[in-house]
């Protein structure tokens, strides 16, 4: 059934109402939460793995799937499969900011900094959370 969950996540219908939600981005939040459902939503990353997720550190498989290393829960590293259509939404989100770095995520601009940083797991969570979507 499309509304039922077995475990603590979000259901397939809310999931559904979020991939239309981000289809069509039109401001530079649009396309950052776009790009971070992407991803959170095809590779079952921890918060603190999501924001430290680098384009350094994303390789090619030898069946040609992108693979990104990133650091695990108690330090060991780990090995992820990227989704394509997620890829293109942080390619998107990087075009549209017009800004190149080796973080998929980025912070907004602020008023007195010229220079932006990853965002935190706690910017993350708060991403998240202005969704309106409970779990």
Same mark, same amino acid.
């Given at each position: 059934?499309?509304?039922?969950?077995?475990?603590?996540?979000?259901?397939?219908?809310?999931?559904?109402?979020?991939?239309?939600?981000?289809?069509?981005?039109?401001?530079?939040?649009?396309?950052?939460?776009?790009?971070?459902?992407?991803?959170?939503?095809?590779?079952?990353?921890?918060? /603190?793995?999501?924001? =430290?997720?680098?384009?350094?550190? *994303?390789? @090619?498989?030898?069946?040609?799937?992108?693979? +990104?290393? &990133? /650091?695990?829960?108690? =330090?060991?590293?780990?090995?992820? *499969?990227? @989704?394509?259509?997620?890829?293109?939404?942080? +390619?998107? &989100?990087?075009?549209?900011? =017009?800004?190149?770095?080796?973080?998929?995520?980025?912070?907004?601009?602020?008023?007195?900094?010229?220079?932006?940083?990853?965002?935190?797991?706690?910017?993350?969570?708060?991403?998240?959370?202005?969704?309106?979507?409970?779990?």
């Amino acid at each position: 059934e499309e509304g039922v969950m077995l475990s603590k996540g979000l259901s397939y219908a809310t999931m559904k109402d979020l991939a239309n939600e981000f289809k069509n981005p039109k401001t530079e939040i649009d396309y950052r939460n776009r790009a971070i459902f992407g991803i959170m939503s095809t590779t079952g990353l921890r918060a /603190r793995e999501v924001v =430290g997720l680098k384009f350094s550190s *994303v390789f @090619n498989s030898p069946e040609e799937f992108k693979l +990104a290393k &990133y /650091r695990k829960k108690g =330090g060991g590293w780990g090995i992820v *499969v990227l @989704n394509p259509e997620a890829m293109n939404f942080v +390619a998107e &989100y990087h075009s549209y900011i =017009g800004i190149r770095s080796d973080y998929f995520f980025l912070s907004l601009p602020e008023k007195n900094r010229k220079s932006r940083h990853p965002i935190t797991t706690r910017t993350l969570q708060n991403i998240v959370k202005s969704w309106n979507k409970v779990t």
